[in-house]
């Protein structure tokens, strides 16, 4: 891997990420709304670039500069927990995000498939198995996509890389990583990995901190036998208990 392009690098798991990819070895180019906003990373770092932008903004030629430079995309982009951000617009932030970098990358034609990596929730149900959660979870999941647009945002993601971009794409192989409950921690701890959730994500959430989601994130990146065992797929990552 040469190089990756972090979205919402400035958040409380994307900063993570960008420090933990970095430890890695791996070069970073972060798009964030406001460079100031990046508060918790060394930005002094020769394999860091942090680009000032909003990703709904940026033009797909300027994009396409920054992606050729890379072969991952990794998206920890989020509604802030703001009236303005639950409600407000961009009502469709990550999906619309996805949904420009797929369509950039077809646009360069590079010789190599990028790896999409996305962030998404348990919330949310992979259709391709299919999963079917409980009636008290689906019951509660059909009332917040009427009252939570982000809910709604998190599903349209998703669904465009397994409906979209499928199994088979010419350019993309992608995932998207489904934490429960997210929390705080220092470092990484021990944590499972499942093809789908193993709890009630409304009633029984278990709980995934975020340092162990970067970290999950940073090794699809980096490890090949890791990414063909969950490329095309939607992972479920809890902590152990």
């Known amino acids: 891997m040469k190089k990756a392009l972090v979205l919402g690098a400035s958040g409380a798991t994307g900063h993570l990420l960008v420090e ?3 430890q890695k070895g791996i070069e970073v180019i972060a798009i964030v709304r406001h460079a100031n906003s990046v508060t918790n990373i060394d930005k002094s770092q020769p394999n860091l670039q942090i680009i000032e932008a909003e990703i ?13 430079e890379c072969d991952a995309v990794l998206s920890c ?5 703001t009236f303005k951000g639950l409600f407000g617009h ?3 932030l990550v999906s619309d995000a996805i949904k420009k970098v797929a369509q950039t990358i077809k646009s360069i034609n590079m010789d190599y498939k990028f790896k999409i990596i996305l962030m998404n929730t348990t919330g949310n149900s992979n259709r391709d198995i299919p999963e079917k959660p409980p009636f008290s979870q689906r019951l509660v999941i059909s ?17 465009f890389l397994r ?18 409950t997210l929390i705080n921690a220092d470092r990484v701890s021990a944590y499972d990995i499942h093809t789908s959730p193993i709890r009630n994500a409304i009633f029984d959430a278990g709980s995934t901190s975020r340092i162990n989601v970067a970290d999950f994130m940073s ?16 992972p479920v990552i809890y902590n152990q208990a």
């Not at 917040?144 to 669904?159: F, G, S, T, Y």
């Not at 409906?163 to 429960?180: C, K, L, M, S």
């Not at 090794?219 to 939607?234: P, R």
């Open 77 to 81: 982009l989020g509604h802030n927990l």
């Open 163 to 180: 409906i979209h971009i499928g199994q088979n794409n010419n350019n993309i192989e992608w995932t998207a990583v489904r934490p429960d």
């Open 143 to 159: 009332i917040l996509r009427l009252l939570l647009p982000p809910h709604v945002d998190n599903e349209k993601a998703a669904d």
């Open 56 to 68: 709904s903004e940026i033009s797909e030629s300027e994009l396409a500069q920054y992606l050729r």
């Open 90 to 92: 961009p009502k469709r």
């Open 219 to 234: 090794e699809l990146a980096v490890n090949s036998e890791l990414w063909n065992e969950w490329k095309g797929k939607m």
């Open 20 to 22: 933990i990819l970095l």
